[in-house]
Every structure is written in structure tokens, then in C-alpha cells.
């Protein structure tokens, strides 16, 4: 499960039950990962705290924030590419598995 807050000035924070990737994440927007935490709890800890204001929680337009999300993470990975150091990062981890 994965929950992400988006902000009014173009940052995000997510939460996830899986397992970390090892990759880096964008500047801006943060990635925690908690494997085995309930919904209930991944909910609760997901709302911000702080100045930032968090964009519309509008449920009918949730779909296409999630796919302008996802497009612009995808947008910066391609970009920024992937370094030798988080190679060996999922290296350790898919050893550790």
C-alpha cells in the first residue's frame, strides 16, 4: 500500500508498506517505507505537520494526480539516472533477501 500527500508548492511525501528499492529519491519527496504497518496507521502518519499546505483532496480528480505524480517521478529518474552507488545499494539488498 502506498500513500502519497501532495503539496501546494510542488513537493510530496509517501508512505509505503514495501520494502525500500535501494534507488534515491527526488529531492523534495521524500519516500518512508514501514513493511507489516496497518492501513490504519500508514493514514495517521501520512498527514503532514509544518507550514506546508496540502494540495485538493479531491476524489474525483485523484486519479489523474496520482498519473501527473508517477509521470513527473518518472520524468526524474530518467534524468538523473542511476549512480553506482544505489546499483550496489539493491545489490546488497537483493543479497540480503
Not at 501532495?6 to 509517501?14: A, I, L, W
Not at 534507488?23 to 500508514?42: I, V
Request: glycine share 10%; charged share 25%.
Amino acid at each position: 500500500m502506498e500513500l502519497v500527500t501532495r503539496y501546494q508548492d510542488g513537493r510530496s511525501c509517501s508512505f509505503s508498506t514495501s520494502q525500500p528499492t535501494g534507488l534515491d529519491t527526488r529531492p523534495g519527496h521524500p519516500a518512508f517505507h514501514a513493511p507489516g504497518t496497518p492501513p490504519n496507521e500508514l493514514l495517521a502518519a501520512r498527514w503532514p505537520s509544518g507550514p506546508r499546505s496540502v494540495r485538493g483532496r479531491d476524489g474525483e480528480r485523484a486519479p489523474r494526480q496520482f498519473e501527473e505524480a508517477w509521470a513527473d517521478g518518472i520524468a526524474w529518474r530518467k534524468t538523473h539516472g542511476i549512480g553506482a552507488r544505489e546499483v550496489a545499494r539493491v545489490a546488497v539488498r537483493r543479497r540480503a533477501a
